[in-house]
């Protein structure tokens, strides 16, 4: 069985960061784009960050873009999410996801249970 654990998630006060971390199991990590998605209470899901398989492209969603940083260790199995400059509206459970392709898609295969991020203001 797949399974992405993410760990790292917590209560941090506005301006303050958190690294997730989300390691990944029963796959063959290095084939598969790994990705973060959120969803706050009452919002619609987001896709925060991805990285690729192929040529390391990361992605970001406009929200976190400049203050958020992605990246995969292959021999790990392990892709993290640097989270620095956080805003109240980042508060959202993060779910680390898989998907077998080079590119980033955004249509995640597997999805890992979440971590729970709040920003207190």
């Known amino acids: 069985d797949v399974q992405l654990q993410a760990s ?4 941090v006060q506005a301006g303050g960061s958190l690294r997730l ?24 899901r987001e896709g925060v960050s991805c990285v690729s398989s ?3 492209y990361t992605y970001y969603g406009n929200p976190v873009k400049g203050r958020f940083t ?3 260790d292959n021999a790990k199995s392990t892709v993290y999410l640097q989270m620095d400059s956080l ?9 680390c996801t898989a998907d077998y392709s080079a590119r980033c ?7 890992g249970k979440g971590t729970l991020v ?4």
């Open 8 to 11: 790292g998630g917590g209560l």
């Open 21 to 44: 971390s989300c390691a990944a199991d029963g796959l063959s990590f290095d084939d598969y784009a790994i990705g973060w998605f959120r969803q706050a209470p009452g919002k619609e």
């Open 54 to 56: 192929g040529d390391g």
């Open 70 to 72: 992605a990246s995969r």
């Open 87 to 95: 805003k109240p509206d980042d508060t959202a459970v993060y779910y």
């Open 105 to 111: 898609r955004g249509r995640p295969e597997y999805w």
């Open 118 to 121: 709040t920003v207190s203001s």
